[in-house]
DNA sequence: AATTCGGGGCA
DNA sequence: TGCCCAGAATT
């Protein structure tokens, strides 16, 4: 059975692989650093989204060493957009510890990766099999989501029970593959291409003979999902605090802390505003002196933004400000600076950050 | 075991 | 709109 579906689908990824700029070489044999990196990107991320991200990741910095060496504000400018920055941070810093520690290079044993920050149980199978070849399981949603429908696997996908049993079929279809590299990137693949989460090809499967949820007609209700909760909505506000005179002066920018949301990146500086604020103005001027330790007066609407995160909502109310008494001084933030439009297009930011600088420069403009 | 952490693509 | 994506770290 299993040397079956392991052949199956051998058979069928190598006719119907994608093109990937990281597939420079056969599964098993590419370059550890290239498959650290794509793989760290694809984390969370449609493989589509990561293409152009990853091409020029590797044109700056095309070694782990480039990477070591990097500052860490060029790193994440590379990574504005892509989302979960932490994920940016971990590889530099990764990079850092294994050039120190490491001559450089990426341990080839599970247990040494997965101390490694922003290296899990996935990646680790990742490297250890596409870039060493070794016959390690790699298990990501794609493959427990091709396994559930394979067994017709009816526990909710991230229970206990669910993650043992997709465990065991995958050790045992890795030690019947010839080629155990080629098959964790054909799970992969299969459920990228047709073992889709919703409307499967199940017309093109290779395997949908054996598919026990494709003969049991059930393979749209698999994998079970384990219910979400409704994403609440929060009021953020956002200060534009102009040096001198507002639209013709450089304006003031913080960093964000490198742990929590967006953290690393610049933005101005704001709240989320809490129970204690009786308005909007209020939350603003609080947040700044807590942070800046900066008296503002807030005066006219910037403009309102509208941003999703995974888990809320957010509305950005920004406003323009003057300083009333005080110098900014890094309090609640790690870095702040004055900056212009101009300047601030070679900063990170993240999308609602970017979304007022739109705002402001259509004002300028006009 | 449950939360936190981004952003975009797509029905 | 909601759902999901080659998950990891924290609580």
Redesign the pocket.
């Given at each position: 059975m299993y040397h079956l579906i392991a052949d199956l689908l051998t058979a069928w990824h190598a006719r119907q692989q994608?093109a990937?700029p990281?597939?420079d070489a056969p599964p098993g044999a590419r370059d550890p650093y290239s498959v650290w990196v794509?793989?760290?990107m694809?984390?969370?991320?449609?493989?589509?989204?990561v293409v152009d991200y990853f091409n020029r990741w590797m044109a700056r910095f095309p070694r782990l060493e480039s990477l070591a060496e990097a500052d860490q504000q060029e790193v994440l400018k590379l990574w504005?957009?892509?989302?979960?920055?932490?994920?940016a941070r971990?590889l530099h810093k990764t990079a850092q510890i294994l050039v120190r520690e490491h001559a450089g290079e990426l341990p080839r044993t599970r247990r040494e990766l997965?101390r490694?920050?922003?290296?899990?149980?996935?990646?680790?199978g990742?490297i250890l099999s596409l870039a060493y070849g070794l016959p390690e399981p790699?298990i990501?949603?794609?493959v427990?989501?091709v396994f559930s429908r394979l067994w017709d696997i009816d526990d909710r996908i991230?229970?206990?029970a669910a993650q043992k049993r997709i465990a065991s079929l995958a050790s045992n279809l890795e030690a019947a593959a010839p080629q155990p590299a080629a098959l964790n990137?054909a799970l992969?693949?299969l459920?990228?291409l047709l073992c889709?989460?919703?409307?499967p090809l199940c017309r093109d499967c290779p395997l949908q003979s054996s598919c026990m949820a494709h003969t049991r007609g059930v393979q749209d209700s698999r994998p079970v999902?384990?219910?979400?909760?409704?994403?609440p909505h929060y009021d953020f506000t956002a200060a534009v605090i102009w040096q001198g005179a507002p639209d013709n002066s450089p304006f003031l920018i913080a960093r964000r802390p490198d742990?929590?949301?967006?953290?690393g990146?610049w933005s101005l500086p704001g709240a989320r505003c809490g129970p204690d604020d009786e308005n909007l103005h209020a939350c603003l001027r609080r947040s700044v002196c807590q942070k800046l330790g900066l008296a503002i007066a807030v005066t006219e609407p910037l403009t309102t933004v509208e941003?999703?995160?995974?888990?809320?909502h957010m509305t950005l109310h920004a406003f323009h400000a003057r300083i009333c008494r005080g110098a900014p001084r890094a309090v609640g933030y790690p870095d702040w600076r004055w900056t212009t439009l101009a300047e601030a297009e070679l900063l990170p930011f993240?999308?609602?950050d970017r979304k007022l600088a739109d705002a402001l420069r259509a004002r300028t403009q006009s």
């Open positions: 994608r990937l990281w597939r794509s793989e760290t694809a984390q969370q991320t449609q493989l589509a989204v504005e957009g892509l989302g979960y920055y932490s994920r971990n997965l490694l920050p922003g290296i899990g149980e996935y990646t680790a990742a790699a990501d949603g794609n427990r989501r991230d229970s206990p990137e992969m693949e459920g990228a889709r989460p919703r409307n999902r384990a219910p979400r909760k409704r994403t742990d929590g949301l967006l953290g990146l941003h999703t995160f995974t888990h809320f993240a999308v609602p």
